[in-house]
């Protein structure tokens, strides 16, 4: 019992943690494009678990306070390019804004120069790559001009 106990406190607290790299907030709602099956819904559900909604969809067409978008190699980086102009449109200024792709070696791993170029196309900047888990990392775009937050 005291184990399957400590398993589930870290489980919550590892997933809370990947949460916690995104900077969402109480209440934030986060808009999630280009889900697959192929996503980690860890991810999902530890995000939901920090804001306490439910992530909402491309189609949502209010405002949001954050951004998830899963983007695979072999994918269209024109098409990333595009899909991010089309997130901002609806991000709330200064709202967290971040790609997650498969970690190299990993199938639909993206290289790093499709997202810095569709980034930049798109009039975003690119962070390093950090790790989000055993199979995917998160890259941050922040406009142009914008420090670090």
Request: proline share 3%; with cysteine.
């Amino acid at each position: 019992m005291f184990v399957a106990y400590c398993y589930a406190v870290l489980v919550v607290e590892t997933t809370r943690q990947e949460a916690d790299v995104f900077g969402f907030h109480s209440g934030d709602i986060v808009q999630e494009w280009l889900w697959d099956d192929d996503v980690d819904e860890s991810v999902r559900e530890s995000i939901e678990s920090v804001t306490g909604e439910d992530l909402v969809d491309e189609d949502y067409d209010s405002p949001v306070d954050g951004v998830i978008l899963w983007w695979r190699d072999g994918d269209d980086e024109d098409g990333l390019s595009d899909t991010i102009m089309d997130a901002v449109d609806v991000l709330n200024e200064g709202g967290p804004f971040w790609v997650l792709t498969p970690k190299p070696g990993r199938e639909g791993a993206a290289a790093a120069t499709t997202i810095d170029n569709a980034a930049k196309t798109s009039g975003m900047n690119a962070a390093t790559p950090q790790t989000l888990n055993s199979d995917w990392n998160a890259v941050r775009l922040r406009a142009f001009g914008k420090g670090r937050q």
